[in-house]
Nanobody, 128 residues
Framework: QVQLVESGGRLVQAGGSLRVSCAAS????????LGWFRQAPGKEREFVAF????????YYSDSVKERFTISRNNAKSTVYLQMNSLKPEDTSIYYC?????????????????????WGQGTQVTVSS
């Protein structure tokens, strides 16, 4: 099975930029489509973005579209989430996730139930 570890979260001012990373081990990252989710205190886990195995297809939530960019470097077994024009409402723990089956694009990539493997999360805090 694949193991996922997020990193790069920190405190940033509103309007700033930040890139968080998700490193994979145990299985080739190139075998998995990957999603980013976030969860703020007292709120449900929210879909942020998804990228297919090759990186050729990406999906975003409306709340982050045109501000965030998901990308991947399969040679480095890492998926990235570049976040620009950050807002205080982007403050959350950010998680990356992989589905149970390799070479499988979830039919509902925006649903957290489509994913089996999760990292421990990285905290992103945006100050106003």
């Amino acid at each position: 099975q694949v193991q996922l570890v997020e990193s790069g979260g920190r405190l940033v001012q509103a309007g700033g930029s930040l890139r968080v990373s998700c490193a994979a081990s145990g299985r080739p990252l190139s075998n998995y489509g990957l999603g980013w989710f976030r969860q703020a205190p007292g709120k449900e886990r929210e879909f942020v973005a998804f990228i297919s195995t090759s990186g050729g297809r990406t999906y975003y939530s409306d709340s982050v579209k045109e501000r965030f960019t998901i990308s991947r470097n399969n040679a480095k077994s890492t998926v990235y989430l570049q976040m620009n024009s950050l807002k205080p409402e982007d403050t959350s723990i950010y998680y990356c996730a992989a589905p149970k089956l390799e070479f499988n694009t979830p039919t509902t990539p925006a649903s957290y139930t489509a994913y089996t493997y999760w990292g421990q999360g990285t905290q992103v805090t945006v100050s106003s």
